[in-house]
């Protein structure tokens, strides 16, 4: 059942206003008498003109809308100066009220058009219908079409145009909930490596479990892809790294580990490299992200932990790939774990706190309850330095100089880091990065 309604204006030119106005009635009366019980909300976009062309559009849109008393309350008109503007305020406007499903009423020419916005803009949350809305001539009666226009496929360029506008549009918009800020650690040299650990401010994502600086989209949540690619241009120019050379684990809560510059596997959560100026990352929001250095061989690399991860030794599995690619002496790695949900506030199974308990007891509080409190932290740390790591070459929450702790829980400070285990399904994700200096 439709939830929302899209009145796309955008592009109709001032001169027929008079024609407008009358389609826009006849829209809006078709809206009322087919939503009587479950009424969707309206947003109508327009262009935002200047000086008394400006005006003049206000004032027909505001005579269209006066007889319609039933659905003021749900309805709004949209005016920017670009589609893309118009359209991301909408989008805000749905995510609001939690909407997702939306019919969009538009000119047949501008339907191709809106379907590579909406692409970009929006994700696999939210489903689009389209229906066609004709302005035959001034003379005419303008109508609805009851048919779907298959367009053809737009030019490369059109589609870079709409690309560049959205870019554009994105860039402009300020930051949310403060300055961006990155957390680093002591441990690992700074004349070497840029590194560090990202927080939730300084970005633009404004749902409130995302906002503001989230760096990881799916189609399961509502921030596209554009906006995490704004804020990690925002954090390449904070941290002084390329975002063009940037890449990310493909998490799959396993052990697997990608080697830059070999055949990439298809998913792995530890990543590793000795090319300078190539930033490596992992994500987290409650699972580990873990930072190596090795300022000798001048090699790095980043790990994603979760539990399951944490059990399968994917941070050893990145030491032990460092070490045989690069000749790296496992007693020269320094190892950083960075925010994620601390044994304060981390529950698991009993089935899988036993894992946990077998790797060693500390690891697990209240371990004859349902559900134990787990340590992931502490479980990585033992199994790294069983591994050969030196213990003090390892960063975490058992800093003596809480000052110097970076490895903070996620879960207890909402005001500077995501948490699934506190969010739910629609979370944020920080990072951890690292790459060596040129």
């Not at 949209?78 to 749905?94: H, M, P, S």
């Not at 909407?99 to 501008?110: D, E, G, Y």
């Not at 090699?299 to 994917?314: D, F, I, P, Q």
């Not at 925010?339 to 706190?353: D, F, M, N, T």
Request: contains cysteine; proline residues 5%; negative net charge.
């Amino acid at each position: 059942m439709v939830e929302a309604v899209l009145i796309d204006l955008f592009s109709l030119p001032a001169n027929l206003q008079n024609n407008i106005q009358g389609l826009l009635h006849n829209t809006l009366e078709a809206i009322e008498k087919c939503s009587a019980i479950h009424a969707p909300c309206v947003y109508v976009m327009c262009c935002q003109r200047q000086g008394s062309e400006r005006k003049g559009e206000q004032e027909f849109l505001l005579a269209a809308l006066r007889c319609f008393q039933s659905l003021r309350r749900r309805l709004e008109v949209v005016c920017a100066q670009t589609t893309a503007a118009a359209l991301y305020t909408i989008k805000q406007r749905l995510d609001e009220k939690d909407l997702s499903i939306i019919k969009v009423i538009l000119p047949t020419i501008r339907k191709d058009l809106m379907k590579v916005y909406i692409d970009h803009l929006f994700t696999a949350v939210y489903q689009f219908e389209f229906e066609d809305l004709q302005a035959i001539s001034d003379s005419e009666s303008l109508q609805i079409s009851e048919h779907q226009h298959e367009g053809q496929i737009l030019p490369s360029q059109d589609v870079a145009l709409i690309q560049s506008e959205i870019q554009m549009y994105l860039e402009s918009l300020p930051s949310l909930k403060g300055e961006l800020t990155i957390l680093r650690s002591s441990l690992i040299p700074d004349d070497i490596f840029l590194h560090g650990f990202t927080t939730r401010t300084g970005g633009i994502s404004y749902i409130p479990t995302l906002s503001s600086c989230n760096l990881f989209s799916s189609s399961k949540r509502r921030d596209p892809q554009v906006v995490v690619k704004e804020n990690l241009r925002r954090l390449a120019n904070a941290a002084g790294f390329n975002p063009e050379a940037f890449h990310r684990v493909k998490v799959d809560h396993a052990n697997a580990v990608c080697i830059m510059g070999k055949t990439e596997p298809d998913d792995y959560d530890g990543i590793v490299t000795d090319q300078k100026g190539v930033t490596l990352a992992a994500p987290g929001a409650d699972c580990i992200p873990v930072l190596f250095a090795d300022p000798v061989r001048r090699a790095c690399g980043a790990a994603h932990s979760g539990w399951k991860g944490t059990l399968l030794g994917v941070s050893m599995a990145t030491v032990n790939a460092m070490v045989s690619e690069y000749g790296c002496n496992v007693k020269d790695i320094l190892v950083v774990l960075g925010p994620s949900v601390g044994p304060c506030c981390y529950k698991l199974p009993h089935e899988s706190a036993e894992e946990f308990h077998r790797i060693d007891p500390t690891c697990v509080r209240l371990f004859d309850s349902t559900n134990p409190y787990i340590d992931i932290r502490r479980a990585t740390r033992i199994l790294l330095e069983r591994g050969g790591i030196l213990p003090e070459n390892i960063q975490d929450d058992s800093i003596t100089d809480q000052n110097q702790n970076i490895t903070l829980c996620t879960a207890c400070h909402p005001d500077k880091f995501y948490s699934h285990f506190r969010d739910g399904t629609n979370f944020g994700t920080q990072i951890g990065f690292i790459s060596i200096k040129d």
